[in-house]
Structure formats: C-alpha cells, structure tokens
C-alpha cells in the first residue's frame, strides 16, 4: 500500500524558514513524483510545487522565489524548504501523487484532486508572530 507522510510543520515567524519533509513508504521514488499543496479553511486547495522522478521540479509563481522542493532519494523523502514565510502561508500543507510510474510535473499538477490518488495527512503551518 503506498502511503505518505508529512512532518516538519509548526509556529513559525514571519520571515523565519522550515522544512518539511514526506516521506513515502510502500514505493520509491524512483518511479514516482510528488507533489505539495497546502489549504486553508474556507479556501481552494493550493498547488505549490512538484518533483518528479527524474527530478525534474515546478514551483508555483505564487511561492517562486521562497519555496523550492527536493529530494533524497536513499531517505525516499520529498522537502519542501520554505523561506521568508508570510502570514498568509499559514494553512494545512500536504504531499501527494497521482501513483502512477513516470509522470512528469506538469501532469502530477494538472490532475484535480481526485486523480491525486494518494495524500499524507497533512501537517500544520502557523506563520505568526
């Protein structure tokens, strides 16, 4: 069964940075891309960023400058490193994949959120001060 999990979320300052991680069991990431999103209360899921299996990465122009993606592959973890957080990155930020072999970034992000077959439970960002 192919799971995700996110870590590495929690209060942090306007301007300060984090990292979160997801790490991926019962698949490698050899063959699979992941994506970030996050989500507020009220609000439309965000697409942030991708990875996929050749490494190829996209980021969001909303996040470009401050977020990039990662991975390490001996780990079978996707980062999210995020700098200069703002208040309004505060949301629920979650990793996920469309679990299927070879996608490339642009059809992992072009799938609603249904197609993305398979999701972490999220972890919580507070950006405050």
């Known amino acids: 069964q192919l799971q995700l999990a996110e870590s590495g979320g929690g209060l942090v300052q306007p301007g300060g940075s984090l990292t979160l991680s997801c790490v991926g069991r019962?698949?490698?990431?050899?063959?699979?891309?992941i994506a970030w999103f996050r989500q507020v209360p009220g609000k439309e899921r965000e697409g942030l960023s991708c990875?996929?299996?050749?490494?190829?990465?996209y980021v969001s122009d909303s996040v470009k400058g401050r977020f990039t993606t990662y991975s390490d592959k001996a780990k079978n973890t996707v980062y999210l490193q995020m700098n200069d957080l703002k208040d309004e990155d505060t949301a629920v930020y979650y990793c996920?994949?469309?679990?299927?072999?070879?996608?490339?970034?642009?059809?992992?992000?072009?799938?609603?959120?249904?197609?993305?077959?398979?999701w972490g439970r999220g972890t919580q960002v507070n950006v405050s001060s």
């Open positions: 019962g698949f490698t990431l050899d063959y699979y891309g």
């Open positions: 996920a994949t469309d679990g299927l072999k070879f996608s490339t970034t642009h059809q992992i992000m072009s799938k609603e959120a249904l197609e993305l077959l398979y």
């Open positions: 990875i996929s299996s050749d490494g190829s990465t």
